[in-house]
């Protein structure tokens, strides 16, 4: 019986291009890059321009990332304050009336 040449096989699902698309932008970011350059279904160009992306993308999250967290501390500062003030005028309160009394 004689073989003929092997059928190629096809890549795994998560080198095929757009499951990577989706794992590197939306499940795994900058840690999904080993998977891209392994990926035999993707040419050196893309891998290139894909690298550059994912870079550019994850840096554009994290600063929007601390961008919130500082928005967050600012408005968490904003309302104690406001908080001490309410506790301060309700405690003056509360001493005027019991002097009066």
């Known amino acids: 019986m004689a073989d003929g040449p092997a059928p190629p096989l096809s890549p795994r699902w998560y080198y095929r291009p757009w499951p990577l698309l989706f794992l590197l932008f939306v499940v795994l970011g900058p840690f999904g890059l080993p998977l891209l350059w392994k990926s035999p279904a993707v040419s050196r160009t893309t891998k290139i321009v894909l690298t ?17 967290i500082r928005m ?11 908080c001490h003030a ?16």
């Open 72 to 82: 967050m501390i600012e408005q968490l500062e904003l309302a104690s304050q406001g």
């Open 52 to 68: 550059i992306a994912v870079i550019v993308y994850t840096a554009m999250l994290a600063e929007t990332a601390v961008v919130a």
């Open 86 to 101: 309410r506790c301060a005028a309700t405690i003056l309160h509360l001493e005027r009336s019991l002097v009066g009394s």
